[in-house]
């Protein structure tokens, strides 16, 4: 078993001037040849089936045969390391094959790890069984720091002047701060294009609250204006529709950074806060009900619905139904248009499926140290997700035939 302790210790004792060891070539990238020299050792003697020096490679018909120099080009700079051969020249070591002169893959595995939700210690005992090497928590945390400045380019990014739908939502992460842990908003912006291309627009991190009551564990419309205007000063100078849940006081926000946009609340999060008022003996007769109110063909005929249930249950239920008239307005405008336009915009489920992914990643965290601990980890998650995400909306044909019709003026041409 390698000590990375001791392999530590020995390049300090070395070094005549402690600067270089934050130099090119310095102490990460000599403790990555000693952790890669180390794995190839280890394949060695899977390779010949008995370890160094020990009596059971007598007469077996191979045996070790020295070692030659190889430099490799890491992330950090190239380092010089001695690979291991045998006197049969079978040999062919896996984490860095022949030819091979570039040497990520370390850096990319405990990446991936933290990337698929794996704790520090999780990416430790999975190493010390890969590779039979000790790794410590900092040098993880050295090789997933840069994964902090790849985020931030990425959230920096230029973006498309034009979308036609922008889908936004908070998912919530405990964190440690200032001594406590608190629970954490991190803010997600989707955005549907032209071409009916998905793609997550930004991820921020909003102020946490150290109660346990849930009530205060909610997003805030007032950060929302600073995701927008940032948005916007990334280029985004017009959004046809922005889909949201019901926030209070975020369609306002909405209107003063983008004002010619449409704003439709999610229906499925106003039926899922409308049951929360209603016994579950009688929850499913009077959400079905409802249904008539959203299944109208429009505006004129979902009104009448909801005289009609208010009517029936009203009295009961007064708090089940105020919500539908207090923000009646920026509910029912996806009834203005046809089938495929109130197929893409009725619910937030497009950013639901982002978070769900999300929220599998994160499942086995119960906190994280810090704000940038979890940033990175959501960010990875993103970054696995969108490739394979970010595909045509469904009908996109129709939606865009509909959109032409009703925002011939403020279509792209």
């Not at 079978?90 to 850096?107: H, L, M, S, V, Y």
Request: net charge positive; aromatic share 10%; with cysteine.
């Amino acid at each position: 078993m390698t000590d990375i302790k001791k392999l530590a210790d020995d390049l300090i004792k070395d070094c005549d001037n402690p600067i270089d060891l934050f130099n090119d070539g310095g102490f990460l990238d000599q403790l990555k040849a000693k952790l890669i020299e180390s794995a190839m050792n280890c394949e060695m003697d899977e390779h010949l089936g008995y370890e160094k020096h020990d009596t059971a490679g007598n007469n077996s018909g191979n045996s070790r045969n020295g070692n030659y120099k190889k430099t490799v080009k890491t992330k950090t700079g190239e380092v010089e390391i001695k690979v291991p051969r045998d006197r049969n020249g079978e040999f062919e070591p896996k984490i860095i094959p022949k030819n091979q002169r570039r040497f990520t893959g370390f850096d990319d595995l405990v990446i991936s790890l933290y990337g698929n939700g794996f704790t520090t210690r999780d990416i430790q005992n999975h190493i010390k069984e890969m590779y039979k090497v000790d790794i410590s928590p900092s040098l993880v945390s050295q090789i997933t720091e840069e994964i902090v400045h790849e985020a931030t380019a990425w959230r920096n990014r230029e973006l498309k002047s034009f979308y036609c739908f922008v889908f936004l939502d908070a998912i919530f992460l405990k964190v440690r701060e200032d001594q406590r842990v608190v629970t954490k908003p991190f803010y997600v912006a989707i955005g549907v294009d032209v071409d009916g291309k998905r793609d997550v627009l930004g991820l921020w991190a909003g102020k946490g609250h150290g109660s346990n009551n849930k009530k205060v564990h909610k997003e805030h419309s007032s950060f929302w204006f600073t995701v927008l205007n940032e948005l916007k000063n990334r280029g985004v100078e017009d959004i046809l529709i922005i889909c949201i849940d019901g926030l209070r006081g975020f369609p306002e926000v909405i209107k003063e950074v983008f004002p010619d946009t449409e704003i439709q609340l999610c229906i499925v999060h106003m039926i899922r806060n409308t049951a929360k008022y209603i016994p579950n003996k009688f929850r499913k007769e009077v959400l079905g009900d409802l249904k008539p109110v959203y299944r109208a063909n429009n505006e004129e005929h979902a009104q009448q619905c909801l005289e009609n249930f208010e009517s029936k249950w009203g009295s009961q239920y007064p708090l089940a139904t105020k919500s539908w008239r207090k923000n009646w307005s920026n509910l029912v405008t996806f009834l203005q248009y046809g089938k495929a336009i109130k197929q893409a915009i009725y619910t937030t489920n497009a950013i639901e499926s982002i978070n769900m992914c999300l929220r599998r990643i994160i499942k086995t965290r119960t906190s994280f140290n810090s704000e940038q601990s979890a940033y990175k980890l959501l960010y990875l998650g993103l970054k696995r997700k969108i490739p394979g995400w970010r595909v045509n909306v469904q009908s996109w044909s129709s939606v865009l035939a509909e959109l032409n019709a009703n925002f011939e003026e403020r279509m792209p041409k």
